[in-house]
C-alpha cells in the first residue's frame, strides 16, 4: 500500500469516526434545506445552464413548508438565471 493510499484512507476514517460521535440534529419542525448550483462562467456547455436552473426551480416548491432554503450559486451563468 503507498503512503498516499494510506493517509487518504486514515482520513477518511478519521472524518467517519467524527461524525459518527458528532451529536448533529435538524429540527423537525424547521429543516435546513441546501442547494448548490454549479455552472461555468461561458455559455459554452449547451443546454446544460439551462438544465440545471430548471432543475432547482423544480425542487424548490417540492420542499416542505417552513424549510429554510439556501442556494448558493457557483458560477456566473447560475447566478444570473437564478437571479431573474
Known amino acids: ?46 443546454s446544460a445552464h439551462s438544465n440545471i436552473v430548471r432543475a432547482i426551480k423544480a425542487a424548490i416548491p417540492e420542499k416542505p413548508p417552513g424549510t429554510n432554503l439556501k442556494i448558493v450559486a457557483v458560477g456566473d451563468k447560475a447566478r444570473g438565471m437564478l437571479s431573474r
Open 1 to 46: 500500500m503507498s503512503l498516499t493510499s494510506l493517509l487518504k484512507t486514515d482520513a477518511f476514517v478519521f472524518v467517519a469516526v467524527f461524525y459518527d460521535k458528532a451529536e448533529i440534529t435538524q429540527d423537525d419542525k424547521k429543516p435546513n434545506h441546501l442547494i448548490v448550483a454549479m455552472t461555468s462562467d461561458r455559455g459554452l456547455c449547451g
